[in-house]
Nanobody, 120 residues
Framework: QVQLVESGGGLVQPGGSLRLSCAASGRISSINAMGWYRQAPGKQRELVASITRGGNTNYADSVKGRFTISRDDAKNTVYLQMNRLKPEDTAVYYC??????????????WGQGTQVTVSS
């Protein structure tokens, strides 16, 4: 049993910044890849950024240069620093992680989502 708890969402003006956090808890042996996804009303969920256990990162073209993903394995936490936010960034943001509950069991988990609204 693993749970991902997200925080940091809210209302911000265009050009502003937000920092999202997602902490994993429960039966965790280790965490492999972690990522952030987002979904706007009426649209398909899309990958925003991901980070491997080794620290390699990947970003959607729409956020490259504005968003930064990072992780703190000691805290089982992944972060998404969002700068120069645009109205089109408005969405529910979900964290995702591949987690080893044991040394032989790898499972994928989703957070509950946190709302990010960019509006003047």
């Amino acid at each position: 049993q693993v749970q991902l708890v997200e925080s940091g969402g809210g209302l911000v003006q265009p050009g502003g910044s937000l920092r999202l956090s997602c902490a994993a808890s429960g039966r965790i042996s280790s965490i492999n890849a972690m990522g952030w996804y987002r979904q706007a009303p009426g649209k398909q969920r899309e990958l925003v950024a991901s980070i491997t256990r080794g620290g390699n990162t990947n970003y959607a073209d729409s956020v490259k240069g504005r968003f930064t993903i990072s992780r703190d394995d000691a805290k089982n936490t992944v972060y998404l620093q969002m700068n120069r936010l645009k109205p089109e960034d408005t969405a529910v943001y979900y964290c995702n992680a591949d987690i080893w509950s044991t040394r032989w069991s790898l499972q994928n988990y989703w957070g509950q989502g946190t709302q990010v609204t960019v509006s003047s």
